[in-house]
């Protein structure tokens, strides 16, 4: 996108309030607040830090990170990875089972372009076709996924675990490069005590384990609990959200990013509908009854949304927005209206400072 093409959207200087909306605006010092917290967090307690890109999916934001201290970055997709890769990041790990002779021609591809590639695997059928692809061709690092409560991917326990690591050692093509896991938030103790007896096994086996690799926003600020990982990865700190105000990660204070709304219609004293729907909020709950909080307007709830409308209830505040006035909200997860949006408007008190493409918007395989 050339600068004429942002130049449509925001100038440098313009007020954010001049704005079209829906749109998501990104506080500068917000962010870089949150960039410095979690990197000073993690120097203090010697751990590596592998920032999870698919919050903002922007190399520029990425190359902040990194600036900040970040040991590499960690993706969700290959298509996520190869823009970064584009992007000139050569230490990228992709946390996804990869099937398929597409995906696997493309990663093995990705392999060829950068110096330090790196994926997971939580089942012989993964490893075998990792191993079929890269048999003939540089060879690919692999870490053993490990489900240590979170109930999503990854082997069901140490025993497990080790069985993979010796199938990738094994394995024509591939490294052992690991252990890795998503935790449940809160269970650090379930996570080290996972952790541990797996090397304990793997050293018993007589295998080395360069990395062991925690995660997660909301276990940021307990990472250093889990004294077995060498890294811990994270993705929505860099923003913070609602969830993460909840959890008792951050403050409203600490969110980098709102979504800009303008109010189009006062149906009654009660109702306000805004021009943010599921296109620019996310229909993501997360636990929630509503869709985001309302800045400035304690009560307020956006209590349902459609493609291009978002209703707020006014029934619990004891005044509302007019028609016509810009409102911001704190979304309850920030990482997918990142994905919903090609531009990023960032400022600064205000005041525009820069617009960033979303690069690797919409890149989910």
């Known amino acids: 996108m050339d600068n004429a093409t942002y130049q449509e959207i925001a100038r440098p200087g313009q007020s954010v309030e001049a704005l079209s909306t829906p749109r998501p605006i990104i506080d500068e010092d917000r962010l870089a ?22 919050t903002h999916k922007i190399p520029a934001l ?18 996520e990875a190869e823009v970064f890769a584009a992007a000139g990041f050569q230490d990228i790990l992709i946390t996804f089972n990869i099937l398929g002779t597409e995906k696997l021609e493309r990663l093995a591809a990705l392999n060829d372009r950068i110096d330090d590639l790196k994926v997971v695997a939580d089942s012989a059928v993964t490893i075998d076709g990792l191993s079929a692809t890269f048999a003939s061709r540089k060879p690919l690092k692999v870490l053993v996924e490990c489900d240590t409560g979170a109930g999503r991917c990854g082997v069901q326990s140490p025993q497990e675990a080790v069985a993979l690591a010796r199938r990738i050692a094994e394995a024509p093509g591939l490294v052992f490069e690991g252990l890795l896991t998503y935790p ?14 797996a090397l304990s096994r793997l050293e ?9 690799s925690n995660g997660g926003t909301p276990s940021l600020f307990e990472a250093h609990l889990v004294t077995a990982a060498t890294e811990h ?13 909840r959890a008792g990660h951050c403050t409203e204070d600490d969110c980098a990013m709102h979504v800009l709304a303008t109010v189009v219609s006062r149906p009654t004293p009660t109702r306000a509908v805004i021009d943010a729907g599921s296109k620019a909020l996310t ?32 029934s ?17 997860h920030t990482c997918v209206v990142s994905n919903l949006f090609d531009t990023m408007v960032f400022h600064r008190d205000g005041k525009v ?11 989910v395989w």
């Open 33 to 54: 607040a949150n960039i410095a917290r979690a990197q000073a967090y993690m120097d203090a307690h010697g751990l590596r830090f592998r920032p999870h890109i698919k």
């Open 62 to 79: 990425a190359a902040e990170q990194c600036k900040a201290g970040a040991r590499g970055i960690n993706c969700q997709k290959i298509t």
């Open 184 to 197: 449940k938030p809160g269970a650090y103790q379930a996570v080290q005590t996972f952790l541990e007896e």
């Open 204 to 212: 018993a086996a007589g295998m080395s384990c360069p990395i062991v």
């Open 233 to 245: 990865r994270a993705g929505t700190y860099i923003f913070n959200d609602r969830s993460m105000v």
């Open 283 to 314: 229909s993501d709950l997360l636990g929630f009854q509503d869709y985001g909080t309302v800045v400035g307007y304690p009560g307020a709830a956006i209590t349902a949304l459609s493609e291009e409308h978002g209703v707020i209830d006014l």
């Open 316 to 332: 619990a505040a004891q005044r509302g927005p007019d028609i016509g006035e810009k409102i911001r909200i704190i979304p309850n």
């Open 353 to 363: 400072t820069r617009v960033e493409p979303v690069a690797a918007r919409g890149l």
